[in-house]
C-alpha cells in the first residue's frame, strides 16, 4: 500500500515529473462500500475479496495516461480515506484536492442516501493554498504566508460512483447496459452511460440518478471494483479528463503530434550512399542504397517501437518507474494486468509472436489501457520485428551479391573511372571516386552486419516473450 497519510501533496503543474500535471483525488464513503477496493483496481488492477477496514487514510501514488482527445500523462495521487474517520481530520487531507469521489454500494439504498452528506464534508473541508507575500513597515522584510481559499461547493467536481453493480440482479438491465457501452460513441462517455429508458433502469440506479441531480454531482456511474472490466477506469478517467479540461486547459498536455509519414518518404530521411557519376557503379549503389537506408529505418524504428512499449507500461501503472524494464517486464505486467476472468496467451504469428486475450467470458474486454497496450506491442513492436525477419535476410544476400558484382567490377572494368570519354581524368578525381568506391562498400557491408543483429535481436525477443509465458 501506499505512504502514510503525513506527506503533503499539493496539485498544480509545477515539479513533479517535468511538465505533467499533478492531481490529488479522494475517495471517501461509508464503511465496506468498497473505496479501498476501488482505488486498488484504478491503480493496481486488482482485486481482493477479504474486507481488511482500512485504518488510516492510504495514499497511492503512479503516473498515468488521461485519455482527454490526445493522451495527457498526470502525476496521479489517490487517497483512501477510512469510512470511520475523526471529522476534524478532513481539511487536513482535502487540501488542494482536484477531485472527489463519493462511493456507495449500489445494492444498499442507505449508502446511497449518505452520498450527499459526503459530497457535504468533501466541499466544506476542501481548500486551496497559495503563497502570499507580505511587506513590513518601511518594505524592508517580506514574509510569505500561505492563503486559505475554500472551493467553491456549486463546482467543485465530485463523482457519484455506485460500487458492486456485479451482485445488482436485473439481468436484462445489465445486458442492455452492456450492450450500450459497446456502441457508445460519444467523448463525454459516462454521461451517456444511463441513457436509457427510465422504465429499463433498476431501483437503485433510478435513486442514484435523483441523489445526482439533488445534491449536484458532476455525474455518477456504476461499476463494479471485483470484475475487470473497465468501469472503474471509466468512471475515474470520466472524472479526471473533467479536470484536466477545465482546471489546466483541453488538448493542452497533448504530446507532440508525430507526423504520419508514409514509409515511401520516410526512407529518404536516412542518409544514402555517395554517388561517382559512372555509370556501371553508381547503378549498384543505387539498388545497395535501398538496402543501407532500410536497414537504418528498421534499427531506429524497432528501437523506438520497443521504447514505446516499455514506457507505455510505466505511464498505465503496471511497470515500476524506476525499472529498467525488459521486454519481458513488459510481457509478464501484460500478462498479470489483463484481468482476473481472462488469460494473456502468446501464438504464433507468421515467424514473430501475436499475443492473444482469451476468457471464458464471452463478453469479456480488458480495460481500456491494457487494450492501448495490445494494440502498441500488436501494431507497432511485432509488425517492424516481422519486417526484420522479413525482409533483413533478403538484403543481406543482395548486398553479398552486389559487393561481389563491384568487386569484378574493379578488376575488370578499371579504365572506366580513369579515362573519361577516352581522355584520362586527372588524378585527384581517380582518388576521389576510388574513395567513395570503398568507402560505400564498407557501408554495405557494415549494413549486412547490421541487419545479421537485427535478425538476432527479433530471434532472442522471441525466445524472451516466450519465456515470460511459459510459467
Ligand atoms: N461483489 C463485490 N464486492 C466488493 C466490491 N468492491 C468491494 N467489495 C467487497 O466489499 C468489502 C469491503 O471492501 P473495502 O474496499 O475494504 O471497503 P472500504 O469502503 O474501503 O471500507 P473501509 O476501509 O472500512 O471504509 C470487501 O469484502 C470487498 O471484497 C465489488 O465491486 N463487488
Ligand atoms: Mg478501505
Known sequence: MGASCSSDQTSGSSG??????????AVVGDRQVGKSCVVSRYMKNQFSPMYIPTKKPVIESSVRKINIPGHAVVALTVWDIPGQEDIDLYSTYFKNLDAAVVIVDINDSESIEMAPVWKRIVVNNTFETSPVVESSEGGKIETTTMEKKPVDPETFPVLLLGN???LVEEDGYKEKLRQMKASEKDESGAKTIWNITEEDKPECVRLMDKIKQKANFYGSVTASARDSDGTVAEGIQFLLRHVLQTKYGLNKWKPKETKKVKAKNKIEEYDGLDMTEIEIFD?????AEISVKKVKMLTDYHNKCLGKLRESCTNAGIL???????LEDCMIALRRNVGEQAKLKVKKDDDFCKLDVTSKDPDFKPERYIRILLKIYQNEFAVVCKAILKECPAMISKLKDQDAELSTLCQSSWEEVELSNGIPRPKDEVNKISDIIVQNRARMQHTKLESAKLIDKVEDYKKKIKAAFLW
Do not use: M, R
Open 16 to 25: 513533479g515529473i517535468g511538465d505533467v500535471p499533478k492531481l490529488k483525488i
Open 320 to 326: 515500476g518507474e524506476d525499472d529498467a524494464a525488459s
Open 164 to 166: 458492486k453493480f456485479d
Open 283 to 287: 547503378s549498384i549503389f543505387k539498388v
